[in-house]
């Protein structure tokens, strides 16, 4: 059944080969073992139960949270010849009546339901009486109680579908879900340990960033000015944060729209729809909006304020990117971020077991936003995916790792104060007495006295509090948990009063776009066909293609259906459907542009060979750029036809011309510290002397790599 599932894979959706963990997936589900993935956003999670849905006898009914998710994927569906339908509440009673007796008549294939449903004993017994061939249940973190966006009518849907016996398969499908969520979900679904299939949540197109003492309106404006053309979400805290927002870009004449709980349903709805019919270019929105957002070209997600957790922060960041392009998640945040996260805890109704996770889970992300680390592998350590690289290369913390300032001493005078404050308080009165405020309850409590007292006078509260989020962030500073933590040492901070330990501290970056490897005009006609197609036909323009496969199109220029199908998305039911339409435009183009080179586009298969060159820049600095935006060094030596040390000897002569790197992708600091030190030992520096006296682990890759930073070669 595998061989005929591929062939849906090509045929329809138009890919080569499954990305990793479908495969896994779909054959479980083939073989109806109950199944959990849990895939990145964008990882092609509804694949994995589509293609079982359209090769199992019977409906698929499909349990998904929100309503613009449900229509986004019957949408994609139907555009693709296969009958597929949604019953939620923005249908009319004679609507649903309609499509429940064309249920009854068997006459759709995937059938997309809320939650809520299933409390009708009605409709449990209509679904008693179909021929069922899975049950797949989307965003399955809902299903948790200790999952970040848990919802008690998604929970209690699962006894009465245990009750029903026509059931033959369940799958449940998430892209965030920690170890404990991951435990609830088997036991609620049964699924035994070896069918939780989980690829990791490292999204390796996305670079996220950290904006801190920037005045938020005028960061937003200016971000969008440089990127009016994408499409973007931008995230506030509060309704009050979205519609100021709203009200002050669309006076300075940006294309906007906005999306929150206070809204009325139609204005809502007219909001989503500009935004998926790319008639709008940003949504500013709360947390209402965007779990189920099924559009692909979203190229940057901004967080006007910090999240409660960095769940939610990573799903609602996720919603960038779902093509496979590189895109940006950026959070702007600020002190007060903390006191609004810690307001509304208060405020909800939880026990006070409940409010003491929040407050937990609050605490990573302050300290997310705290550390000088790299910001993909904090997020991933947090899903205790460890298996990612210490560095991704792509993010804030990383671009600038070459730019960084010894902090030992400061760090050892804040952790002498905590002592001498006897671990009782937390950060905000540690940094006044570090400042030496007069405070009175600096008096009250004596810590005037104390020889820690003023020992950091030269610096502001605001830099001092900055500091110690900093070393909590890097595990060197513990807290108790609460609404106000207090702060206690550990064993990271005994190595850095015992100078065993340097402290570092790094600086960030705010990113800009990289210039295009893909002709931008040539994609420009194309999207504007794609929108025209869309609107004539009443769906997403994304549906048709993604902004991925209207990129491939504008690099490699087909001029011919053969050519079209090697494309990725683009199958033989696109090509029918769309193929003659975009050739159309591509070859007109290449008319009015008879000098632009084709570029050879080399397949998976395929041998390597030389590239053409395009571009008059030297040939190392096409490496670099490659390089820089996210290429591997083996990936750069396929597409180019060169060997991997040709690759790297561009990388690092575009260092010794000036461009900057992030280091951190080669080699730890502890790992340049060993390389430096036996260095210094040997009379001739080579690579093979230096290899055989250092440990196993040591490529003459990072031992290059060190040399190169460091000028010794």
Same mark, same amino acid.
């Given at each position: ?19 990793? =963990? ?19 956003? =964008? ?14 006898? !019977? ?20 555009? /693709? ?59 399955? &973190? ?5 999952? $970040? ?9 699962? #006894? ?23 435990? *609830? ?27 801190? =003492? ?29 519609? @100021? ?16 709980? !206070? ?39 901004? $967080? ?32 007060? *971020? ?31 936003? &705290? ?27 990383? +671009? ?47 810590? $005037? /006295?104390?020889? @820690? ?15 110690? $989020? ?31 330990? @340097?402290?570092?501290?790094?600086? @960030? ?29 009443? +769906? ?53 542009? #008879? ?34 935006? !996210? ?53 001739? #520096? ?28």
């Amino acid at each position: 059944m595998i061989a005929e599932a591929e062939k849906i894979l090509q045929t329809y959706y138009g890919f080569p080969a499954f990305r990793p =963990g479908q495969k896994e997936t779909i054959s479980n589900i083939l073989e109806l073992k109950n199944t959990l993935a849990v895939m990145p956003t =964008g990882g092609g999670k509804s694949i994995c139960y589509q293609i079982p849905g359209l090769t199992l006898d !019977g409906v698929a009914i499909i349990i998904s949270p929100l309503i613009s998710l449900m229509k986004d994927q019957v949408d994609a569906l139907n555009s /693709l010849g296969i009958a597929a339908t949604y019953i939620n509440s923005s249908l009319t009673t004679g609507e649903q009546q309609q499509r429940i007796q064309d249920i009854q008549a068997n006459r759709y294939k995937f059938v997309y339901v809320a939650p809520e449903r299933f409390e009708s004993s009605y409709f449990v017994q209509l679904v008693k009486r179909l021929p069922i061939a899975l049950v797949a249940f989307d965003e399955a &973190h809902c299903i948790s109680q200790w999952g $970040h966006d848990f919802r008690p009518s998604y929970r209690s849907i699962v #006894p009465n579908l245990k009750a029903l016996s026509n059931i033959p398969v369940y799958v449940a499908l998430t892209a965030t879900a920690t170890e404990e969520v991951i435990t *609830d979900i088997q036991n609620l679904l049964h699924v035994d340990h070896e069918h939780v299939i989980n690829t990791g949540f490292e999204r390796d197109n996305l670079a996220f960033h950290i904006v801190k =003492g920037k005045d938020k309106q005028s960061y937003v404006r200016s971000f969008l000015a440089e990127r009016k053309n994408e499409s973007g979400i931008i995230y506030t805290a509060t309704r009050k944060q979205a519609d @100021t927002l709203f009200d002050q870009l669309t006076a300075k004449g940006y294309s906007v729209a906005k999306y929150h709980a !206070g809204l009325s349903e139609d204005e809502r709805k007219k909001a989503q729809a500009a935004f998926i019919q790319d008639e709008i270019q940003v949504m500013i929105a709360t947390n209402a909006f965007g779990m189920g957002i099924d559009k692909s070209n979203v190229r940057y997600v901004i $967080h006007y304020a910090m999240p409660m957790t960095i769940e939610s922060y990573y799903q609602e960041a996720g919603r960038a990117g779902r093509d496979g392009e590189p895109s940006d998640c950026i959070l702007l945040f600020s002190p007060q *971020d903390i006191q609004l996260q810690k307001f509304l805890i208060e405020q909800s109704l939880m026990d006070d077991e409940a409010k003491r996770a929040e407050y937990r889970k609050l605490q990573a992300m302050i300290n997310y936003c &705290h550390t000088h680390s790299c910001l993909t592998s904090f997020i991933l350590e947090y899903f205790n995916d460890t298996h990612g690289k210490k560095s991704c290369g792509r993010c804030s913390n990383c +671009v600038n790792r070459t730019d960084r300032t010894d902090m030992t001493k400061e760090a050892q005078m804040i952790l002498s104060c905590v002592k001498r404050m006897g671990e009782r308080f937390g950060v905000s009165m540690t940094a006044k007495v570090l400042k030496g405020s007069r405070d009175k309850k600096i008096k009250d409590f004596k810590l $005037h /006295l104390i020889s @820690t007292y003023g020992i950091l006078s030269n610096y502001t509260e605001k830099a001092l509090t900055e500091w110690i $989020h900093f070393l909590i962030a890097e595990k060197l500073l513990a807290t108790e948990e609460g609404r106000y933590p207090t702060l206690r040492l550990n064993q990271g901070s005994v190595d850095v009063l015992m100078g065993k330990q @340097t402290v570092w501290m790094y600086s @960030t970056v705010i990113p800009t776009s990289e210039s295009a490897d893909y002709r931008e005009d040539l994609f420009e006609e194309l999207r504007q066909l794609r929108k025209q197609i869309a609107d004539e036909q009443s +769906v997403p323009p994304y549906v048709l293609f993604s902004d991925a496969t209207l990129k491939e199109l504008s690099r490699y220029f087909p001029d011919s259906k053969d050519d079209m199908l090697t494309i990725k998305g683009i199958g033989e039911k696109k090509y029918e459907q769309y193929g003659e339409a975009f050739l159309a435009v591509i070859q007109a183009w290449r008319e009015r542009n #008879p000098d632009v080179k084709t570029k050879v586009r080399i397949a998976d298969s395929a041998p390597a060979q030389p590239k053409p060159k395009t571009t008059d820049e030297p040939s190392y600095l096409i490496s670099y750029q490659m390089f820089q935006r !996210g290429k591997s060094i083996k990936d750069i030596s396929v597409i180019r036809g060169m060997s991997q040390q040709t690759i790297e000897g561009h990388i690092f002569k575009a260092t010794k011309q000036g461009y900057p790197i992030a280091w951190g992708i080669f080699f730890t600091d502890e790992e340049e510290r060993n390389v430096l030190e036996i260095r210094n030992e040997i009379d001739e #520096p080579k690579l093979k002397p230096l290899k055989d006296m250092l440990p196993e682990g040591y490529s003459y890759t990072k031992i290059k790599a060190v040399l190169v930073k460091n000028e010794y070669m």
